[in-house]
Nanobody, 123 residues
Framework: QMQLVESGGDVVQPGGSLRLTCVASGFDLEHYAVSWFRQAPGQERLFVGAITDDGLKTYFAASVKDRFTISRDNAKNTVWLSMNSLKPEDTDVYYC????????????????WGQGTQVTVSS
């Protein structure tokens, strides 16, 4: 059974940093690109960034570009989202997702999701 589990969410002050972790089980993550999305209550799930299966390319939403990075270790079946210079507007539940059809920026394109991890940026 393919499963994704996120962790690392926390309460942090503006300007702070967090690193979110996404661990896959039941499948080899090395065959898949992985994306991160965010979602506020009652709102649609929005694209944050993505990393290709080989880790050579990353893509980001304009709102987080230059502040967030994504990395992966396929041997550990793990992807990380490093978040720097956090702002109150970054507050959301963050999800990692995998699609059977590659990369996409729309949540409907994804087949597997983790349970999410809450990030709160507040003073």
């Amino acid at each position: 059974q393919m499963q994704l589990v996120e962790s690392g969410g926390d309460v942090v002050q503006p300007g702070g940093s967090l690193r979110l972790t996404c661990v896959a089980s039941g499948f080899d993550l090395e065959h898949y690109a992985v994306s991160w999305f965010r979602q506020a209550p009652g709102q649609e799930r929005l694209f944050v960034g993505a990393i290709t299966d080989d880790g050579l390319k990353t893509y980001f939403a304009a709102s987080v570009k230059d502040r967030f990075t994504i990395s992966r270790d396929n041997a550990k079946n793990t992807v990380w989202l490093s978040m720097n210079s956090l702002k109150p507007e970054d507050t959301d539940v963050y999800y990692c997702g995998v699609s059977n059809y590659g990369l996409g920026t729309q949540s409907y394109q994804y087949d597997y999701w983790g349970q999410g991890t809450q990030v709160t940026v507040s003073s």
